[in-house]
């Protein structure tokens, strides 16, 4: 046994070894671009490319899987994944909810309650079973080198761009306006009633897998990784005076193309002619926030993968059309769903909003269509 | 491996092209309108878009 440990221990200690030529360049790149942010773009720019470095650097590390967490409760009754995200939505509302209440300057991630909304979180926790990430993981994943969310990331751009051009006539399919639990209950109301509600998802996912949540028994990636992203979304809340968001920046992204190649006429556009979306697409990216954390994410799964690269799972022609296919319609579907995971999950519930509550078990039920797809095509 | 740090090097090359051609063409960033550092307790309201927002 413990030949075995001195094994493992010489092993690790080789590939971070290895790591480091690969991560001295890039450590460079990152502070030349936080400089270069902070002199030429703007300071709290260059603060939230840091919180973003973070937060790819935690979800890579950490293996922070929202798409596999759900995957394994289903197929193979393990909660693990679905416990450490539950443990992050509670750490991240008792962080934020108290924010919420007590800086007006804040504001929550607060969806309507839409046709669209379950159209869309249905559609999106069905491909992204398909695509085998979401819109945080397929970020990760392309900055660890992935092959398949490389080539999804302008799709899902793309998609998010055209949901976006779409959503008004989606919306008068049938909307309720946002409800925020912050803003109702008050921040210890708020924070009592999610706590419930995640204790009560705890005991369902407990009593369908056969397995407690008990955190001693967690694997430890899960904890740190729930711990370190609930402060970095926490950060960002502070510093961008919004919560963490993936979708919104893949969709300005297109936006900008396509506009620039004159295929888009943002004026005609009921979305993009609102001020605050036009005066966005005028300005550069970096000073869009969602945008410069998704740079952050992408340069922080980077640095995680240069101790771990990854030998790339070879796929069929059939597995690239479907995948791809998957990605765009996983952007499309995130903008009618008031965001992925993330953006409508994570912020939704962790800020309050009804909507995160509505997202998970639409999503969840287009999960379990997913699985089915993605055993069909052998993913 | 050689091909997977090869993607890698095309992913990074045409993000930081696509970025450097956004700035390039994006209007002159105006300092003097910087947001605040910290939006909280700033007095300023958050400014920026979100995918939860319906406009």
């Excluded at chain 1, 007006?104 to 607060?110: D, G, M, Q």
């Amino acid at each position: 046994m413990n030949t075995l440990a001195t094994s493992l221990d010489t092993d690790a200690a080789a590939r971070r070894a290895r790591a480091w030529p690969r991560r001295l360049p890039l450590a460079a790149a990152v502070l030349a671009l936080f400089g270069w942010l902070l002199w030429s773009v703007s300071a709290r720019q260059a603060l939230l490319l840091l919180v973003g470095v973070g937060l790819g650097g935690v979800l890579a590390g950490a293996r922070f899987g929202f798409t596999t967490g759900w995957r394994v409760l289903v197929e193979q009754r393990d909660p693990s994944g679905v416990y450490g995200q539950l443990l992050l939505l509670a750490l991240l509302s008792a962080l934020s909810m108290p924010l919420l209440a007590r800086f007006p300057e804040t504001t929550a991630a607060l969806g309507p309650l839409s046709v669209s909304l379950l159209v869309g979180a249905f559609v999106f926790g069905l491909c992204m079973q398909i695509a085998d990430g979401c819109g945080s993981g397929t970020l990760y994943k392309a900055g660890l080198g992935v092959p398949l969310n490389m080539a999804i990331l302008p799709l899902f751009a793309l998609g998010s761009f055209a949901g976006s051009a779409h959503l008004n006539g989606w919306l008068a399919l049938g909307a309720l306006p946002p409800v925020g639990l912050v803003t109702s209950l008050g921040a210890g109301g708020a924070l009592a009633a999610t706590g419930v509600a995640l204790a009560l998802l705890a005991l369902g996912v407990g009593l369908w897998s056969g397995q407690r949540l008990h955190l001693g028994r967690l694997p430890r990636r899960w904890l740190w990784g729930a711990l370190g992203l609930a402060l970095l979304a926490a950060l960002n809340l502070l510093i961008a005076g919004q919560p963490w968001g993936v979708v919104y920046g893949f969709g300005l992204w297109a936006a900008k193309a396509a506009t620039a190649l004159g295929l888009f006429d943002p004026a005609a556009n009921a979305f993009w002619s609102d001020p605050g979306h036009a005066e966005r697409l005028s300005q550069t990216l970096l000073l869009d926030v969602t945008s410069i954390t998704n740079i952050g994410i992408l340069a922080g799964a980077l640095w995680v993968s240069a101790r771990r690269p990854e030998p790339p799972r070879p796929l069929t022609s059939a597995q690239w059309a479907i995948g791809l296919l998957a990605g765009f319609a996983m952007g499309y579907s995130s903008r009618l769903a008031f965001g992925c995971n993330v953006g409508a999950m994570v912020s939704g519930i962790s800020t309050g909003s009804l909507h995160g509550w509505l997202w998970v078990p639409l999503a969840f039920a287009g999960t379990l269509v997913g699985l089915r797809v993605r055993r069909r095509f052998g993913f | 491996m050689q091909g997977t740090t090869m993607r890698r090097w095309a992913f990074w090359l045409l993000l930081t092209g696509f970025v450097a051609w956004d700035f390039a063409s994006s209007a002159p960033v105006n300092l003097r309108l910087e947001p605040p550092l910290i939006t909280a307790g700033s007095g300023s309201p958050a400014s920026g878009g979100h995918c939860a927002m319906p406009k």
